[in-house]
């Protein structure tokens, strides 16, 4: 034992500092603008608002700012759609801004394959010389653009345009062709238009919600919390295999067998008919189709249904009875749905249930489906990327003139055909039908299906040009240009949510070094190009947002009616449509009241069409089918921005992993937090097991941030959306070293599940 004598005593100062980081930091004072109190170095001068930058729920913040730049951000509590609350995405916003990876200057490969600074003059005459070179070599359409649902609406319709009637562009998609491609199709051919119906109010005014697909707990909480702030006691149904979160919480959870989902929705439309829940009156009035999907359904029996999807026959009928004796059904659907293999008509399957009950046009009802990226629907509408911007066909000549009258262009600029895909415009690097592509804002090399393959693409290219925050992308690694662009809170325009909510985000920090707002790079591709002309009118965002009014004007989504960025302020968002002369605006406003569609009878679709089974089923060398997800409220997508947030990184896993059912984890003689590989016919990735009984016996998951879990997945797409199917492949899981923990430890706890439920039939719930 050591003497007392010669135990080293603290520095009694050190104890009492008075003075220091920590002590100034602990040091509050009163924040002002209704922030209550706040570190004296957090301590603003003033304060506005912006929409969030991250996921489609749009929330409103309030960015704290001194000397005009935001120090700090919390929730807007008079915001309309998140009413004071916010995620962790959201409170850490402004981090991912201060990253040291962030692109901060022009970068150019040299001839021993280098990226090396250069000069924005320099990097934009390479850019043209080279884009040019190949479309006179291979013809216009050998170049092409993959943008994104993370800029702004007016820099989507300014690529857009710049790209295809500037630049003679034929091929231009988003990566909105990842997570809502299925969606816009779905409602375009059951409705006439791409228009999502709801409100969120529509989520507290609901007597049943369907959640399917879909774990809002952690893809969008805060939609959750609208949820939970219902005051008629909903019926909460949750149809997913795994037990998530959300599932936990419901008051019934339908654990389906993966992909059987379009068996499960005509066996309860069967049911529904069956049961004499059926609303004639409205099926007859405002849609079309119907008696051809009722004798459809027919063979969709309680036992071929129960067979195909696991779900008992007693179950199937209490959920049918749910949705029938319902007043007030909402459905609600996010990628679960969306990215399957025959995603478009599970989508209007779930429009059907809406409609044969006449759950459409009134509070608390509706088909909804819950948009991805936070400009998802801007680039739906005006990216002119899969219609023609406003809403329009790129082979209707009437609305080719329309357009083209409207941005003071010749006709002649305006492709008479459609893009090709996402897909397609990869599978064109294979065929050499494209030779140069540029990718704005997202993640090619990590996020598309079938990794591998994607990145050997991008290496075929005779010229790839990244545009992005950061220059340390999987993508932009592969570049032989890169332009620094300014993100989220550096530059101004606006977004549009999932409930049609048009939102105005501000600059509120000024971009690093040399990096621009996208809009400002496009301003400058114009003029190097030599069709700056053509966009003389286009020099603020604002200002093309008066252009996008005259070019929405009578369509379904008409936006005419906004006066300007301060009108959207003042107003808390605004929801389109609003066309000019509308007398109420209103903070939540629901489509289809009238119970008229945007098909020229005016009458929604019955669609259907047979089930087909997965391509890639298991079997003996791969026993397990593996699904992807959201893995925490705390990441998103590839991880670019919150991978730079300690406070993030702190509250999501930091090593991949798989979740696997005990049962299976015995048969491979496998302990908890062991590593393991995981092997698809197309790749491995090593990870560490989580065993528990959230997953189902046969069935393993992995979240889609990691950096190869995309190395997996089957490079299948929806034949009408041509979205991908992130959620279904067959794997195998080999034990890889012993485990880290003794017996027993590590293993998951059994969920719980919301009283009253009626899923204790599901094993694992």
Request: charged share 20%; with cysteine.
């Amino acid at each position: 034992m050591t003497p007392l004598s010669q135990i080293k005593m603290p520095d009694l100062r050190t104890l009492h500092e008075r003075q220091g980081p920590l002590t100034a930091d602990l040091v509050q004072e009163p924040g002002k603008f209704g922030l209550g109190r706040v570190p004296s170095r957090l301590l603003p001068d003033a304060t506005t608002t912006v929409v969030c930058g991250f996921c489609s729920t749009g929330c409103g913040l309030k960015a704290h700012l001194k000397e005009g730049e935001a120090i700090n951000l919390s929730a807007e509590t008079g915001y309309p759609v998140n009413l004071g609350m916010a995620c962790p995405k959201g409170w850490e916003a402004l981090t991912p801004l201060e990253a040291p990876d962030r692109a901060t200057a022009p970068l150019l490969k040299n001839a021993e394959g280098v990226l090396e600074r250069v000069s924005w003059d320099r990097a934009l005459k390479v850019f043209c010389e080279r884009f040019k070179k190949i479309q006179a070599q291979h013809g216009k359409e050998s170049v092409a653009f993959i943008s994104t649902g993370q800029i702004v609406t007016e820099e989507m319709a300014f690529l857009g345009a710049l790209a295809k009637f500037g630049m003679g562009m034929i091929h231009g998609d988003g990566n909105t062709r990842q997570c809502m491609a299925t969606a816009a199709t779905a409602y375009k051919q059951s409705f006439g238009f791409d228009s999502p119906p709801f409100t969120y109010a529509d989520f507290e005014e609901s007597d049943v919600i369907v959640l399917w697909g879909s774990n809002l707990c952690v893809a969008h909480p805060i939609m959750w919390q609208r949820v939970l702030r219902n005051p008629h006691a909903p019926e909460i149904i949750v149809v997913d295999p795994r037990t998530t979160e959300t599932a936990m919480n419901a008051t019934q959870h339908y654990a389906l067998q993966p992909k059987s989902d379009l068996v499960l929705l005509y066996g309860l439309a069967r049911l529904l008919v069956k049961g004499g829940w059926v609303k004639p009156e409205y099926v007859g009035a405002h849609t079309s189709g119907y008696l051809d999907f009722e004798k459809f359904v027919e063979k969709f029996t309680p036992g071929l249904v129960a067979a195909q999807t696991g779900i008992p026959e007693k179950r199937l009928e209490h959920f049918a009875r749910t949705i029938g004796q319902g007043k007030r059904v909402s459905f609600w659907w996010t990628m679960g749905v969306n990215q399957g293999h025959e995603a478009t008509r599970t989508a209007q399957a779930i429009i059907n249930l809406a409609l044969m009950t006449g759950n459409i046009g009134r509070p608390g009802t509706g088909a909804n489906s819950i948009t991805g990226q936070c400009n998802a629907m801007g680039s739906r509408l005006f990216s002119n990327t899969t219609n023609l911007m406003g809403g329009h066909d790129f082979k209707n000549p009437q609305h080719r003139a329309k357009v083209a009258g409207e941005l003071g262009i010749p006709v002649r600029a305006i492709p008479d055909r459609d893009s090709w895909a996402y897909d397609q415009i990869l599978e064109g690097i294979d065929s050499g039908k494209i030779r140069g592509l540029w990718i704005i804002a997202t993640n090619t090399a990590h996020s598309w299906i079938h990794q591998g393959r994607a990145a050997e693409r991008l290496q075929k290219l005779d010229f790839l040009v990244v545009q992005d925050m950061y220059h340390t992308t999987e993508t932009a690694r592969g570049a032989d240009v890169i332009l620094p662009a300014g993100g989220w809170g550096e530059k101004e325009g606006t977004f549009i949510n999932s409930e049609r909510r048009i939102g105005l985000s501000k600059k509120i920090r000024r971009a690093p070094g040399e990096a621009l707002a996208d809009f400002s790079i496009f301003r400058l591709v114009a003029e190097y190009w030599g069709c700056g002309a053509m966009f003389r009118e286009w020099e603020s965002p604002e200002a093309v947002f008066q252009i996008l009014k005259r070019v929405s004007s009578g369509q379904p989504c008409d936006i005419s009616g906004i006066r300007d960025y301060r009108m959207i302020d003042e107003q808390g968002g605004i929801q389109w449509p609003c066309p000019s002369g509308m007398k109420t605006v209103g903070q939540e406003r629901r489509l289809f009241e009238e119970g008229r569609f945007f098909h020229a009878d005016g009458l929604a679709r019955f669609l259907f069409e047979a089930p087909t089974p997965v391509d890639e089923p298991v079997d003996r060398d791969y026993p397990f089918v593996l699904l992807t997800g959201r893995g925490s409220s705390a990441q998103w997508h590839t991880l670019t921005r919150t991978g730079k947030s300690p406070v993030l990184q702190s509250l999501s896993p930091s090593e991949v992993y798989v979740e696997i059912h005990p049962a299976d984890a015995r048969s491979l003689a496998l302990g908890p937090g062991q590593w393991v590989e995981v092997r698809s016919r197309r790749g491995t990735l090593r990870a560490r097991s989580v065993i528990t009984p959230i997953v189902r016996p046969g069935q393993v998951f992995v979240p889609m941030h990691f950096a190869k879990t995309n190395l997996l997945t089957y490079p299948k797409v929806d034949p009408y959306s041509r979205q991908p199917s992130y959620k279904h492949c067959a794997v195998r899981v080999e034990p890889v070293g012993p485990p880290p923990f003794g017996p027993g430890g590590g293993v998951t706890p059994e969920p719980q599940v919301h009283a009253g439920s009626d899923a204790a039939g599901d094993s694992g719930c």
